[in-house]
């Protein structure tokens, strides 16, 4: 059988369903050639990312598809529905991506409440003139030990947020409309291991008491922060969004950073992806990242051997 991995994949991968008997093609493969490439060279499996789109059009030109492998946590770039009443496999590994979102997080987090966001734009163009006008400046951070996460979305990242920070000896309030309670086990060095159980909250009162939130929800039809959100928490709170775009209303957040409400973000997705809005990208007290939550070395490694093993299960 044939696979096209059309936006990569990698030699673990590769190697994988090589020892299966598979052939594995790596060439990117134009949007609008796909479909005369997949039929000319009887392509029985695609592999996506967010960039290639199959959509009801592709997969009905394609009689030969069996399976849809999508290296990513969105699979709004493929027509599921269609695909599997079609007796077409959709198939997508969104558990190999929770500890790099989650450390992305941190990432943020880590650079925020020591000013990095800010002071790595200073630094370059002024210290060697102001320095001393910077440290000044800058040596208000804080420390994470002992502050209050509020994890909004408890599924697997919002678990792996909560892993990293009671590590750090911070306090977890996780809200989740489907999570009633989750343990949390930490793995150490010596092989020990230490299972914290934490159970959900009202959002109303994460928001209250957290002194920093972080968004691990899928799509939704409507905003979940927005100006109502804002002012039901902390002054000086600080938000992190590797989730979704167009979850976090950005003008309200642009808002309430001018009023000190927020004293600082720290975004990996935007409404307008991939054109964010220039109030965000020029704004000092945001910590920007462009959508890299999921990427990894080691996470790409993971999906590419998750991936490999649900098609050979679906298809040998």
Not at 65 to 71: M, Q
Not at 115 to 135: Q, T, Y
Not at 141 to 153: A, D, P
Not at 298 to 316: C, F, G, H, N, Y
Request: aromatic fraction near 6%; hydrophobic fraction near 40%.
């Amino acid at each position: 059988m044939k696979i096209l991995a059309n936006d990569g994949i990698s030699q673990s991968g590769i190697d994988a369903l090589e020892e299966k008997g598979f052939e594995v093609i790596t060439m990117k493969v134009a949007q609008n050639q796909l479909e005369n490439y997949i039929n000319e060279n009887n392509i029985d499996v695609i592999l996506v990312k967010g960039s290639t789109q199959v959509r009801q059009e592709l997969i009905e030109a394609c009689p030969s598809l069996k399976l849809i492998g999508c290296a990513s946590n969105n699979l709004d770039n493929i027509d599921i529905d269609f695909a599997e009443d079609n007796g077409v496999h959709v198939i997508n590994t969104p558990n190999s991506y929770a500890n790099s979102v989650a450390e992305l997080v941190f990432s943020h987090l880590f650079g925020m409440v020591r000013f990095l966001h800010s002071s790595n734009r200073e630094m370059p163009l002024e210290g060697d003139s102001r320095f001393n006008d910077l440290k000044k400046a800058y040596s208000q951070g804080v420390e994470l030990r002992g502050k209050t996460i509020g994890i909004i979305g408890f599924g697997r990242v919002g678990q792996e947020v909560a892993k990293i920070a009671i590590g750090l000896g911070m306090h977890v309030l996780a809200n989740d409309d489907k999570v009633v309670n989750a343990p949390i086990t930490l793995e150490f060095f010596n092989g020990k291991k230490s299972t914290f159980t934490i159970d959900t909250i009202d959002k109303e009162e994460l928001l209250k008491e957290s002194d920093f939130i972080t968004l691990h929800i899928p799509e939704q039809d409507e905003y979940i922060i927005n100006k109502n959100e804002f002012d039901k928490m902390k002054d000086g709170v600080g938000i992190i969004n590797t989730a979704k775009g167009g979850i976090l209303n950005e003008v309200d957040l642009v808002s309430a950073i001018n009023s000190g409400k927020v004293q600082f973000a720290g975004l990996d997705v935007f409404e307008t992806e991939p054109t964010p809005a220039v109030q965000l990208l020029m704004n000092p007290e945001i910590s920007l990242t462009p959508n890299i939550g999921s990427s990894t070395k080691e996470s790409q490694d993971r999906v590419s051997l998750e991936l490999a093993k649900q098609i050979i299960t679906l298809l040998s």
